[in-house]
Structures are given as structure tokens and as C-alpha cells.
């Protein structure tokens, strides 16, 4: 075994036999590299990615290869997931010098960590006008031995080109209403209008756009922005991107249809989907949208969550297809036949029409991904219709199952804490809420150190990793932390969320209002990295103003406030010309214009009918506690009482506070009614 035996990280973990000598992320092995004169192999990977099990297989397993990489160069491997600041940095290297990335991703760096050449997967042999990766590892070698000249010419080019990209934007102010027009029109302009979705193939869930477009909906009133989100969501709950028998949503759809998905099934995407899908039956009482997001709530709950209330990072894409090898998406793809074997032949061949299985198969191998493609053919009866999805499921449940990456990562844990946390409230799913709290009782127990204001990155079985927590896992876990405070009336959450805003304040803003990704004491890259774009995820940067945004209609801090108006400045800049990558950022914007609204439930307990009302409401900025009367532990309830001896709701809008009312349709009315 190499030097990964003792790691963490799962990723990490799966080459640790590999005859590659890998080391770790460590200072040691750039010494090492210093020592012997020899350039650094960075490949950056996760554990849930296809094509990095494919290049492992090929390359890192292959003896031959494995000779040429120990002989000439030091092999340092890292967990993308668990070191986002390292890839985030070279991952911009790599973009800037071939114009495209992904994983796995491939680097050789001198020993002072400098890049000089880039690529992604390099396969065996040359094929498709790329070359084998034996023949990129003999050129670096021989460039490194008799061009040395050349390559310290490159790496400080490369160097100086990135150091200079720290970004400064001319928009002080946040988004108006001008602004997010003009994102909505940017959006229409991209929308699919026949198959759902933003651009072309692959497809991706566009979780922050559709959070953006449904806010706008619930601000303005407009027709076209709701339209885009129920067109999305009915098309990728109907395709095969989601999982119609568990529940729960691939990473992307290969196609432009969503019909094919990559397999891989990432917290971070089934979190912020199922906040979408609750939040659309909020606005719309949709029932196709309680479903879905019910059935990915019982997914995450049921194949992620780990034994220390946590949840995993991801299943793989790949699982073994019962004749002992690994193939993408062989644990969910069906043929005519296996249907009818495990349903016999009549609910066999109905459930082939309805689920679009077909003899040549939609997929590979004369096999076909489960869909509802037709929307114009009403289901069969719902009873029969669950129980052949039901006989599917258990039967499917005997197959070699994906394996599954069981790091729990902060922040999108924090994630799945804040959409637990409130579908649980709105469907009287408690225990949801439940999983909810558990989650974010790891991240305060095991994940928390210095008092409550430092985060690690990541644990596994409850132990914490080495990776310092960034800007990411900062504004995700208070946006969780927030959340429950919202639906439970734990004063905890609050004061936990506040510690870690305090920090990003502290530790990760400038002067200017920007924001950076790591803190100011964190190891110290060729670059401090810095992006606000939102794309798997909400950036640091987006999440981190509206983590300050809530917090501070909670609090009254004038100062949150006033970083999270100061960090949308970049939202104003960009929102006409990149909306589709600026959709939490949009959403944060849209929470702003909103007021936000302050709503004080005094008198009631958490999940009475006053506060579910107030949970209800879609006025986009909306921010609820509950609570005793004049509770001093949160600010929104002091000073505020029964009225006529009665639970009673204050509502405060743009520093005005209406009359507090005391039924539930004036609750709906104050905080916006949905469906």
C-alpha cells in the first residue's frame, strides 16, 4: 500500500493499493519533489466520478505505468471534495490554458507548486486525436530534463496570469428590480421551451436558477418565470435523470431531454432540489411536486445518511452488473425481460409502456433508463401503479449496489439541513425535521471547533478531517442552522449561525465588500481563490450573502446587512450578462428587494397553526421565529407580547412593522399566500 493507506477520504482511499507511489496533499511530498529534482503529478479526482475510475483502471493500475510516474515524477493525489480550494485554483489553469475542464483533472506542477502543463483524462493508448498518457508523462519528462528553461518560463507566466485574476467589480450596490428583469429576460432567452431547461446537452439541474425564477414570481407576479420552473421540474421529474422507482435525482442528463443521466446521485444536487420541488408545491400546491419532493427526501434520508446523522457525499456512478464488472448505471437500468420477470408478463409489459423500456433500450446494451415519457397518457391506477413500482424497487434492491463516498462535507450537509428542515415543516413530516437536527448536531459536535466560529471540511465515521473549512461550508451551514432555527424555534441554531457569519466576516471578507474562498490563515495556494459564480452549488460567495442577509433580519445587525448588500454588488454586475450562473446570487437579490420580511410568531409552539401559515408564505424574503413572548435570546421576539392574551404574528417590512394579527389568513396575506 502507498502513502494513502491512512487518509480519510474515500477517493483517496480507492487508490491506495494502486502501485502508484501517491502522496497526499503535503508539503512533504513537494520536498520530496524538491529533493529528487523531479516535477509533481497533481490528478484531482472524487470518489462518485465515472472517468476517474476509468483512468485508475487504465493507468494508475497498469504496473508499466506505474514504474514510469514512480521513476520520474512525485504522484500526489487529491479529493476535490474534501480540498476545493486546491482544485478551484488549478481547475482555473486548466480552463485557462485548453478552454475546457472536469475530472479527472491532471496537472504537472514544479516543486514549488507552479503548473506548467494541464488535462483532464489521458487514456492508455492515443486515440481520438489525444495522446496515451504514457506519452504526456514521457514529454513533461523530457521538457522537465531538457527544457527546464522553458517550464520555469511557463510556470511563472501561468503563475503571474492567475495571481493577477483577483476580482474587483465596479457595482457597489446590490441588484434592483432593473437588474433582475434583466436576468429574466437572459434566462427566457436560453429556456428550453420545448423539453425544460436552460442551453442544450448535457443537462444539468438548474436547482438555483428555478429558486430565482420562483422568488421573482412571488415578488412581480410573473407568469413567465413560474412557467420556466414547472416546465423544469415536470420534465426532469418525468425523465430519467430521476430515479422513478427510490426517489432522488442523477447528476446531469446526457442528453437534451433528460432521459439518460450520468448515475452519479450527489447530496449537494438532491438538497437543493428537493428545497426547489417543496418550494414549488408551496407556490402552487402542484402535486407532482409534493411527490417528488417527498420521494427525495425519504432518498436522502434512506441512502445517504450515515450513522452519525450526517449524510454522505454521493453513490457512484458504476456498481457491478452481476457478472463482475463495474458499469455505469447498471444498478437502475431495466430490459423488456427483467421487467417481466419480476412482474410477469401482463405488469411486465405495462409497465415497459409506461416507464418507455423498449426491446433496443434507451441506454446501452439493449437497456432502458426508467422515465415517464409520456405526459399526455394518464397513469394507470394509482394503486396498481404503486405496486408494480414497489415490486421494482425491492427487486432491484438485490443487485449489487453503487458504492457509496461516506465523507460527510459541511456545507452540503448544511444544504440538506435547510431543505430537511423545511419540507419536513410543510408536509408535517417531522421526522424529517428530526434528520434535519441530527445532521446539523454532527456539524456542530464533530465539524465546530474554537468555540463554535472554525469548521472543518469534512469527518468520516465521525472523525473529523484535516481540511480547514471554506467560505462554502461557512455560509452553508448557517443557511442550515438558520433554517432549523426557523422551523424548530431553537435559539441554538441562531447564536450557531451567527459565530460562523461572525467568522466569514472576520476571516474571509475584504475591505471592499469581495469575498474569498478561503480564510485569511489558510494555507497559502499560488493563489487566494475567489468566484462568485454559482455552479454545482451556491459559490461561497452567493450563499455567504444570503446566510448574512437572513441573519440579519433575524437580529437587526445593521452590519450583515450591510456585507450581504456589499458581496451583491457582483450580482448587479453580471446579472443581464451570465444569469445562469448567478442564480442564488439572483435569488439573495430578489430576498432584498423583498424587504426581507421580518415575522415574529409569539405565543405558539413550532408547528402550530400561526407558524406553519408563516412557514408557508413564498414572499421571498421572508424570515420567521417563533417563540415565547419577549424571548431575549432572539432578537425578533423581544418586546413583543400576547395579544388579548392570544398568539399573535408581527410582521415587519422594509424597517415598517404592520399590525400583528392573530389568524391564519391574515398570516397568508401578510407573508404571501401560495396555492
Same mark, same amino acid.
Given at each position: ?17 494502486? /502501485? ?27 470518489? =462518485? ?25 512525485? =504522484? ?32 504537472? $506542477? ?63 450596490? /446590490? ?11 437572459? #434566462? ?30 412571488? +415578488? ?8 420556466? @420552473? ?34 452519479? !446521485? ?9 428545497? @426547489? ?8 400546491? %402542484? ?50 425481460? %427483467?421487467?417481466?420477470?419480476? $412482474? ?26 426508467? %422515465? ?29 449496489? /453503487?458504492?457509496?463516498?461516506? !465523507?460527510? @462535507? ?56 484535516? &481540511? ?7 455560509a452553508d451551514a448557517a443557511e442550515g442552522y438558520l433554517a432549523l432555527f426557523s422551523v ?6 441562531l447564536e450557531r449561525a451567527g459565530r460562523l457569519l461572525e467568522t466569514v466576516l472576520e476571516?474571509? =471578507?475584504?475591505?471592499?465588500?469581495? $469575498? ?22 451556491? &459559490? ?7 446566510? #448574512? ?62 407558524? +406553519? =401559515? ?62
Amino acid at each position: 500500500m502507498n502513502r494513502l493507506a491512512g487518509v480519510t477520504s474515500p477517493y483517496l482511499l480507492q487508490h491506495a493499493d494502486n /502501485p502508484v507511489d501517491w502522496w497526499p496533499w503535503t508539503p512533504e511530498a513537494f520536498e520530496e519533489a524538491r529533493r529528487r529534482d523531479v516535477p509533481v503529478l497533481l490528478s484531482v479526482g472524487y470518489a =462518485a466520478c465515472h472517468w476517474c475510475h476509468v483512468m485508475a483502471h487504465e493507468s494508475f493500475e497498469d504496473e508499466g505505468t506505474a514504474e514510469v510516474l514512480n521513476a520520474s515524477f512525485v =504522484a500526489v493525489k487529491v479529493d476535490r471534495e474534501e480540498r476545493p480550494d486546491v482544485d478551484a485554483v488549478y481547475m482555473e489553469a486548466v480552463q485557462a490554458a485548453t478552454g475546457q475542464g472536469g475530472w479527472p483533472m491532471t496537472v504537472f $506542477l514544479t516543486p514549488d507548486a507552479r503548473p506548467f502543463y494541464f488535462g483532464t483524462y489521458f487514456p492508455p493508448e492515443p486515440r481520438h486525436g489525444m495522446p496515451s498518457f504514457r506519452q504526456v508523462l514521457e514529454g513533461v519528462r523530457q521538457a522537465w530534463q531538457e527544457r527546464r528553461g522553458e517550464v520555469d518560463d511557463v510556470a511563472a507566466r501561468i503563475t503571474r496570469e492567475l495571481a493577477g485574476r483577483t476580482l474587483r467589480h465596479d457595482a457597489p450596490q /446590490p441588484p434592483g428590480a432593473e437588474e433582475m428583469g434583466a436576468a429574466l429576460l437572459g #434566462l427566457t432567452r436560453e429556456f428550453d421551451a420545448v423539453r425544460g431547461g436552460f442551453g442544450g446537452a448535457p443537462k444539468f439541474p438548474p436547482s438555483m436558477v428555478l429558486e430565482f425564477l420562483l422568488r421573482h414570481h412571488a +415578488r412581480t407576479g410573473s407568469e413567465g418565470a413560474l412557467q420556466m @420552473v414547472q416546465a423544469t421540474c415536470e420534465a426532469m421529474a418525468r425523465g430519467g435523470i430521476y430515479d422513478q422507482l427510490g426517489g432522488g435525482f442523477a447528476r446531469y442528463a446526457v442528453d437534451a431531454e433528460w432521459k439518460v443521466p450520468h448515475f452519479e !446521485k450527489m447530496l449537494y444536487d438532491n438538497a437543493l432540489l428537493l428545497r @426547489v420541488y417543496a418550494h414549488l408545491w408551496r407556490s402552487t400546491g %402542484q402535486e407532482q411536486a409534493r411527490r417528488t419532493a417527498l420521494e427525495t427526501a425519504d432518498f436522502l434520508v434512506r441512502e445517504l445518511r450515515t450513522p452519525q446523522g450526517g449524510f454522505a457525499s454521493a453513490l457512484d456512478a458504476d456498481s457491478d452488473d452481476g457478472s463482475g464488472h463495474r458499469a455505469e448505471g447498471a444498478y437502475y437500468v431495466w430490459t423488456p425481460a %427483467q421487467l417481466a420477470e419480476v $412482474l410477469g408478463a401482463e405488469d411486465g409489459a405495462l409497465a415497459a409502456e409506461v416507464f418507455g423500456v423498449t426491446e433496443d433500450g434507451t441506454f446501452e446494451h439493449g437497456t432502458s433508463v426508467l %422515465q415517464l415519457p409520456d405526459r399526455d397518457r394518464p397513469l394507470l391506477d394509482a394503486g396498481r401503479f404503486e405496486a408494480i413500482r414497489d415490486r421494482l424497487f425491492e427487486a432491484r434492491a438485490g443487485r449489487p449496489r /453503487p458504492e457509496r463516498d461516506d !465523507k460527510v @462535507v459541511t456545507a452540503w450537509n448544511g444544504l440538506a439541513v435547510a431543505a430537511l428542515a423545511e419540507t419536513g415543516a410543510y408536509f408535517e413530516r417531522p421526522d424529517l425535521v428530526d434528520a434535519a437536527r441530527a445532521a446539523a448536531r454532527l456539524l456542530a459536535e464533530v465539524h465546530t471547533f474554537d468555540d463554535g466560529r472554525r469548521l472543518v471540511r469534512t469527518s468520516r465515521d465521525g472523525t473529523a478531517g484535516t &481540511s480547514a473549512g471554506v467560505l462554502e461550508d461557512y455560509a452553508d451551514a448557517a443557511e442550515g442552522y438558520l433554517a432549523l432555527f426557523s422551523v424548530t424555534g431553537e435559539a441554538d441554531w441562531l447564536e450557531r449561525a451567527g459565530r460562523l457569519l461572525e467568522t466569514v466576516l472576520e476571516r474571509f =471578507a475584504a475591505d471592499d465588500g469581495t $469575498l474569498y474562498d478561503t480564510a485569511d490563515d489558510a494555507e497559502q495556494l499560488i493563489r487566494r481563490p475567489q468566484d462568485p459564480t454559482d455552479n454545482a452549488v451556491p &459559490s461561497g460567495w452567493t450563499a455567504a450573502a444570503g446566510a #448574512l442577509l437572513t441573519y440579519a433580519a433575524c437580529t437587526g445587525e445593521h452590519r450583515h446587512r450591510e456585507a450581504a448588500e456589499r458581496a451583491l454588488g457582483i450580482v448587479r454586475a453580471l446579472a443581464g450578462r451570465a444569469p445562469r450562473f448567478l442564480g442564488w446570487g439572483l435569488a439573495v437579490g430578489e430576498a432584498l428587494l423583498d424587504g426581507p420580511r421580518e415575522v415574529a410568531v409569539v405565543g405558539e409552539r413550532a408547528g402550530g397553526p400561526l407558524h +406553519r =401559515a408563516a412557514l408557508l408564505g413564498v414572499a421571498p424574503g421572508a424570515v420567521v421565529a417563533v417563540g415565547e413572548p419577549d424571548d431575549r435570546r432572539v432578537p425578533l421576539l423581544r418586546d413583543r407580547g400576547l395579544v388579548d392574551g392570544r398568539a399573535a404574528v408581527y410582521v415587519c417590512r422594509g424597517f415598517v412593522c404592520a399590525a400583528p394579527v392573530g389568524d391564519v389568513e391574515g398570516v397568508a396575506s401578510a407573508v404571501g399566500a401560495g396555492h
